[in-house]
């Protein structure tokens, strides 16, 4: 019996270990006031799979610099860095870029994060009480990254 036990907890300290740089993410992400660029770069770009979780901000915005380059509209310019503030247009705007979310007509003709920002208003991701120009908190990020997991898939 003390063995097993010996070996759980092994086993459970090593796990905790490996996920401890995501948990401290996500709870720096809660008590956040104001999202940044950095923030919100870095639970897309783990979600796509062109960052590990143990790479900083700075590295996903990067990333999302660098994928940008092969689209007509980026999903992050290149002036902006991981501390600017992002509102809730140009956070549509990447989630459209993470998520299979479903395009609209006036996205079809004119992709741009406001359309991006009226589509997942639309599907319910994102509250209809929300301003597009306003920054949102962590809560409300991981809310609307939450739901764009439950109802969408991840792009490939």
Same mark, same amino acid.
Do not use: H
């Given at each position: +019996?003390?063995? #097993? @036990?010996?070996? =759980? &907890?092994?086993?459970?300290?090593?796990?905790? %270990?490996?996920?401890?740089?995501? %948990?401290?993410?996500?709870?720096? !992400?809660?008590? @956040?006031?104001?999202? !940044?660029?950095? @923030?919100?770069?870095?639970? @897309? %770009?783990?979600? +796509?799979?062109? *960052? $590990?979780?143990?790479?900083?901000?700075?590295?996903?915005?990067?990333?999302?610099?660098?994928?940008?380059?092969?689209?007509?509209?980026?999903?992050?310019? %290149?002036?902006? $860095?991981?501390?600017? =503030?992002?509102?809730?247009?140009?956070?549509?705007?990447?989630?459209?870029? !993470?998520?299979?979310? /479903?395009?609209?007509? +006036? +996205?079809?003709? #004119?992709?741009?994060?406001?359309?991006? #920002?009226?589509? &997942?208003?639309?599907?319910?991701?994102?509250? !209809?009480? #929300?301003? /597009?120009?306003? *920054? /949102?908190?962590?809560?409300?990020?991981?809310?609307?990254?939450?739901?764009?997991?439950?109802?969408?898939?991840?792009?490939?």
């Amino acid at each position: +019996m003390k063995l #097993f @036990t010996s070996i =759980f &907890l092994f086993a459970l300290i090593s796990v905790s %270990a490996v996920f401890s740089q995501s %948990a401290e993410i996500v709870e720096k !992400t809660v008590s @956040t006031e104001k999202l !940044t660029y950095g @923030t919100a770069a870095y639970f @897309t %770009a783990v979600a +796509m799979g062109y *960052i $590990s979780d143990d790479d900083s901000e700075e590295d996903a915005v990067d990333a999302w610099k660098k994928i940008g380059e092969q689209y007509s509209k980026p999903a992050i310019k %290149a002036e902006i $860095s991981a501390d600017d =503030f992002i509102n809730f247009e140009n956070l549509a705007w990447l989630c459209y870029f !993470t998520w299979n979310v /479903p395009d609209s007509l +006036m +996205m079809k003709f #004119f992709p741009s994060p406001r359309y991006a #920002f009226k589509q &997942l208003r639309n599907g319910g991701v994102i509250s !209809t009480s #929300f301003d /597009p120009k306003r *920054i /949102p908190t962590g809560r409300e990020f991981l809310n609307v990254v939450t739901d764009c997991i439950d109802f969408y898939e991840v792009r490939n």
